[in-house]
Structure formats: structure tokens, C-alpha cells
């Protein structure tokens, strides 16, 4: 990834295997299972066939500068990669500059 460039932020649709059952069953009672639906929100660092891999926090080392830190990061296999939504670029944030966010501070 090249530091300059913010990756894309998506929201992946993926299947993910069930938790393992730890007790014993009779195999003529056990139900059908099947994998789990998940959905998985951050920025893209890596896009391959084998992993999409999400970060959802990114920082800057220098506290400024462009982003070249990435923490919480989330592997999900490509194959079980359902579909991938990119979301809309998020604009430049500064609540002291928002004047409609004014009523959501809390009183010290």
C-alpha cells in the first residue's frame, strides 16, 4: 500500500464457518448447520486472490501527516468474499467547525 494513498473503505459481505460444538452427539440428532452471515466494515489494505484484508482504524505516526499505521486488522478469505460495497469517501470531520453537531456535545 502505497502511504500517500488512503485505501478504499468498504463493507464486505462474507460467510464464516460455525464455532465448533464442543459436546458429543448422537449423529442421528444433530440438526443441519450451516456457515454464518457476516458483514465486516473498514479500510481495504489488502486485495488479492488469496485475502481482503480490513483495517479499521488507520493513524499517522507523525499526528498529521499522511497514514501509515493500521490497527485491528481483519483477514477474510477471498472464496468467502460474498459481495464488496465501496462506501462513500467520508469528508474531513472537525466538530469545532460543525455547527450543527453543537447539540450533540455534553455540558462538562
Not at 468498504?10 to 456457515?35: C, H, K, T
Request: with cysteine.
Amino acid at each position: 500500500m502505497n502511504p500517500s494513498e488512503t485505501p478504499p473503505l468498504v463493507l464486505i459481505e462474507w460467510v464464516d464457518s460455525g464455532q465448533p460444538l464442543a459436546a458429543w452427539q448422537w449423529l442421528a440428532e444433530i440438526r443441519n448447520r450451516r456457515p454464518h452471515r457476516c458483514v465486516s466494515v473498514g479500510f481495504l489494505i489488502q486485495d488479492d486472490a488469496q485475502a481482503k484484508v480490513l483495517a479499521p482504524n488507520l493513524g499517522a505516526s507523525d499526528g498529521s501527516g499522511d497514514f501509515d499505521q493500521a490497527s485491528g486488522l481483519t483477514t477474510i478469505p477471498t472464496a468467502a468474499v460474498v459481495r464488496i460495497l465501496c462506501l462513500s469517501e467520508v469528508s474531513a470531520y472537525s466538530p469545532a467547525s460543525d455547527a450543527e453537531s453543537a447539540p450533540m456535545r455534553q455540558a462538562s
